[in-house]
């Protein structure tokens, strides 16, 4: 239960520095210029930027346990999730915001 844990913050923390931080902004910006603008906004989705960091960190996690290959599907069902929890999580997020904006 802990790995799925470990897992699951992994794949959103990745997921909003990817999508939300001041770092990857500058990235972003600096990759305009010379990258597809799909690329751009698939990095600016939390459904997108959630799924492959699914799959990063799911493949990391099997090719520590060498069963990259045996459980290939896992890596693919890993970007899923990840899309889920960090569409999810972003979702609250944006919620727990605006409720708090509302109150005060």
């Excluded at 939300?20 to 906004?41: A, G, L, N, R």
């Excluded at 045996?70 to 890596?75: G, L, N, R």
């Amino acid at each position: 239960m802990n790995e799925v844990v470990f897992w699951l913050c992994a794949c959103v923390g990745m997921t909003n520095i990817i999508v939300e931080s001041e770092i990857s902004k500058k990235v972003k910006d600096f990759m305009e210029s010379f990258t597809h603008p799909f690329i751009i906004k698939m990095l600016n989705c939390y459904q997108c930027a959630g799924f492959w960091s699914g799959v990063i960190v799911t493949t990391g996690y099997l090719l520590t346990y060498n069963c990259l290959f045996e459980k290939w599907f896992y890596v693919f069902m890993g970007g899923c999730a990840s899309s889920f929890a960090s569409t999810f999580f972003a979702i609250f997020q944006t919620y727990l915001e605006a409720n708090s904006v509302v109150r005060e």
